[in-house]
């Protein structure tokens, strides 16, 4: 934490979604209404997964763990982002930026091994289902879990280091509406050309790379079963399609954000509030809309919560 000594910048400054009052208004309305349904959403599928015995098995083990990090993730960004619609001053700690940056990485990392896991779990599922079972046992999928949380603080405390030393001592101004490092890293006071490569080969290129095999492997996992049996293609094409959906919705800002070349802050926005806002109310929608299990037990959670109403 010495780095913290050699900053004379003590504060940064975020950027305003808008100026306007009547749009201030509208995506204060709007982006609690998304996240109060993030938290909603993603809560009811850990307890439905927590309390419903059929539930227990490694996909919806590391589908309610993907929940958590959309919590997590979420959280990080968009309370503030909401706060600061009406603020004039939108002040945060250098302290503060650096802890936001930082458990945005982790979740970020956590989640891209996440989802190659889910990956790796479909394709057992589907092309080994005899081996369904033994291959992804429960001490197989908590060392999954486990891996992709050391994967992510790895992968945070990395980048973490270079920037927690560098020297900001002039313009404080961040440029968005949250932290991270790309947009930080450019108010330092010095040549940071080389930081920038770094932070772009650990989360853009990796981002990008590991997307393009998801979907790779998710292309494989059709062709295998065409091969077998051309019947069943449209129906795991349809079980697959929600995790591909997710793959893109997580992966497609990632690319843009750390990755494309010519970014404009109106792109950069975009993609952030799909990043922050959009993908973490939509994962509990996808998987819940085409998942047969997860229907089937919200609809029992809708009857038990009627049932009580009518007690009461």
Known sequence: MEGFNHSRVSEFVLL??????????????????????????????????????????????????????????SSTTVPRMISDLFSDCKIIS????????????????V?????????????????????????MRPKICVFLIVAAWI????????QFVFVIN?????PNNVGSFYCDFPRVIKLACMDTYKLEF???????????GTFFVLIISYIFILVTVRKHSSKDLSKVFFTLSAH?????????PCMFLYVWPFPTKSL?????????????????????????????????????????REIM
């Open 166 to 170: 560098l020297p900001f001592c002039g």
């Open 94 to 109: 250098f302290h503060s930026c650096m802890i936001q940056i930082f458990f945005i990485h982790v979740m970020g990392g």
């Open 16 to 73: 305003g979604l808008t100026d306007s009052p009547e749009l201030q208004i509208f995506f204060f309305v709007i982006f609690s209404i998304l996240y109060l349904m993030t938290m909603l959403g993603n809560c009811l599928i850990l307890l439905k997964v927590l309390y419903t015995p059929h539930l227990y098995s490694p996909m919806y083990f590391l589908l309610s763990n993907l929940s958590l990090i959309d919590l997590g993730l």
């Open 268 to 308: 950069d926005t975009f993609f952030s509030i799909v990043d922050f806002v959009v993908t973490p109310v939509l994962n509990p929608a996808i998987y819940t809309l085409r998942n047969r299990d997860m229907k089937m037990a919200m609809r029992r959670l809708s009857r038990q919560v009627v049932n009580f």
């Open 151 to 158: 994967i992510g603080v790895i992968h945070a405390v990395f």
């Open 198 to 208: 770094v932070i772009t080969a650990n989360s853009g290129f990796i981002s990008m």
């Open 111 to 135: 989640e891209m091994v996440l989802l190659i896991a889910m990956a790796y779990d479909r394709y057992t599922a589907i092309c080994k289902p005899l081996h369904y079972l033994t291959i």
């Open 244 to 252: 591909i959906t997710v793959v893109v919705l997580f992966f497609t």
